[in-house]
């Protein structure tokens, strides 16, 4: 194990009481009534200022937060992988929060990711549940289904005499620090993974068109018209598209849930797509 000690018994105990025992209380129909829940597919089209030509119209399919574990098994996972690739995507971005607790069950989990098609590839980074038990292992399961793992690092993939050029951030708490990994990168990403929408500041400061960030789940709990309007209070930015300074930031409120409760909030997969703004 390469992860957090204390956080990952904390996880361990508030798991046992948040989750387990309220499953076992209700006979199973909590978990049952939580995984019955349709994973619905969000369609977003945005017209984008900075976003290279050569990929206009770029079909991105976004999925984050699996919690793969107790609430989330393989059956799950397929599930939002037909939905993604019902859409074609050009490109998948997995944006955290892959495992819910242990990793050891990576390859499972990759096993059906692996199944997702994207001619452009499929880039992920890592979430605080990622980081609890032993990061490593998740990394490595990723990579060898074909994953591209983004610690603090960019990809670029070339079009004719263009390139998009794909970023992500490890996970953080910390808008500083966030700051600072952005400033290391050797090239300004036109697309930015990050699991925390807290990151969105710092790409805003950069002039990094589009975020991509998972982590709030939406908050679980929403009003039932204003999905904006959630119990993720420590969050600015907690469920759907933004918009502040000519960049974008897309929250999806995930696929899985590490408390098996949602209202008004179901989960998703997002389907975007990128069209150039001429400046
Ligand atoms: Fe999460």
Redesign the pocket.
């Known amino acids: 194990m390469d992860g957090h000690p204390t956080k990952f018994l904390r996880a361990r105990i508030r798991h046992a009481l948040f989750t387990v025992v309220p499953d076992r209380i209700t006979g199973g129909r909590l978990r049952a009534r939580h995984l019955s829940q349709p994973i619905e597919l969000t369609k977003i089209a945005i017209s984008q200022k900075g976003w290279p030509r050569a990929f206009d119209g770029l079909k991105i399919a976004h999925l984050s937060?699996f919690?793969f574990g107790h609430l989330a098994t393989s059956d799950r996972i397929r599930e939002a992988v037909t939905t993604a690739n019902a859409t074609r995507p050009d490109l998948v971005a997995l944006t955290g929060?892959l495992v819910d607790l242990h990793a050891n069950d990576s390859d499972l989990l990759f096993a059906e990711l692996a199944q997702l098609h994207a001619p452009l590839g499929i880039y992920m980074v890592l979430?605080n549940?990622d980081h609890l038990h032993a990061p490593r292992q998740v990394v490595r399961a990723a990579m060898d289904s074909g994953v591209t793992v983004l610690m603090n690092a960019t990809a670029e993939i070339v079009r004719g005499e263009e390139r998009l050029v794909v970023g992500g951030l490890d996970w953080s708490n910390r808008i500083a620090l966030d700051a600072a990994r952005l400033r290391d990168l050797p090239v300004a990403p036109h697309l930015l993974l990050a699991h925390n929408p807290k990151a969105f500041a710092s790409a805003i400061e950069r002039g990094i068109p589009i975020t991509l960030s998972?982590?709030t789940?939406g908050g679980q709990i929403a009003r039932r018209t204003r999905p904006q309007h959630n119990l993720a209070f420590s969050h600015r930015f907690s469920s759907g598209l933004y918009e502040r300074e000519g960049s974008r930031l897309i929250v999806t409120r995930?696929v899985g849930a590490?408390f098996p409760l949602r209202v008004h909030c179901p989960p998703e997969v997002v389907l975007l797509e990128v069209h150039t703004l001429a400046e």
């Open positions: 937060d919690h929060d979430g549940h998972g982590h789940h995930g590490w």
